[in-house]
């Protein structure tokens, strides 16, 4: 069915936001006020889906805390690599071609990417 990662959806990924800008564990109390337009329901209903996936996990320490066992980085490549096979039949070299053309990327994007890529082709990865 996929990966934890590609398991999460919009409204989860909300509060993984919230868990991954934390310092450590947080409560339900405190996850809630980083997300005012959720009720506490809700919130609580997305933390329980995110637990049974394996996206985070809880302890309780007189009243539960959860933290993410999934990386931002991890699901972030996760939604990246779904959007390239959707929009770009599989091609990232043909999804920064767009956002160049579309001028989305200026010109200290370019050169980072340029770096990036040449320090890549270094260490064998291109």
Same mark, same amino acid.
């Given at each position: 069915?996929? $990966?934890?990662?590609? &398991? ?5 990924? =909300? ?5 991954? /800008?934390?310092?450590?564990?947080? #409560?339900? $109390?405190?996850? &809630?006020? +980083? ?6 329901? $809700?919130?609580?209903? @997305? @933390? /329980?889906? @995110?637990?049974? &996936?394996?996206?985070?996990? !809880?302890? &309780?320490?007189?009243?539960? %805390?959860?933290?993410?066992?999934? #990386? /931002?980085?991890?699901?972030?490549? #996760? /939604? ?5 096979? *959707?929009?770009? +039949?599989? #091609?990232?070299?043909?999804?920064? +071609? ?5 001028? =989305?990327?200026?010109? =200290?994007?370019?050169? !980072?990417? %340029?770096?990036?890529?040449? =320090?890549?082709?270094? *260490?064998?990865?291109?």
């Amino acid at each position: 069915m996929g $990966t934890v990662e590609e &398991k999460i959806t919009e409204a989860e990924l =909300e509060v993984m936001e919230v868990l991954w /800008r934390g310092e450590g564990p947080m #409560s339900l $109390t405190e996850i &809630k006020g +980083a997300l005012p337009e959720k009720n506490g329901d $809700t919130t609580k209903t @997305l @933390l /329980r889906r @995110l637990c049974a &996936k394996g996206a985070v996990g !809880q302890e &309780k320490d007189g009243v539960f %805390r959860y933290r993410p066992l999934v #990386s /931002r980085a991890a699901v972030g490549g #996760s /939604r990246a690599r779904r959007l390239i096979d *959707k929009l770009y +039949a599989g #091609s990232a070299r043909d999804m920064v +071609a767009a956002l160049v053309a579309g001028e =989305e990327l200026g010109r =200290e994007d370019i050169a !980072q990417l %340029r770096a990036l890529l040449e =320090e890549l082709d270094g *260490k064998g990865g291109g």
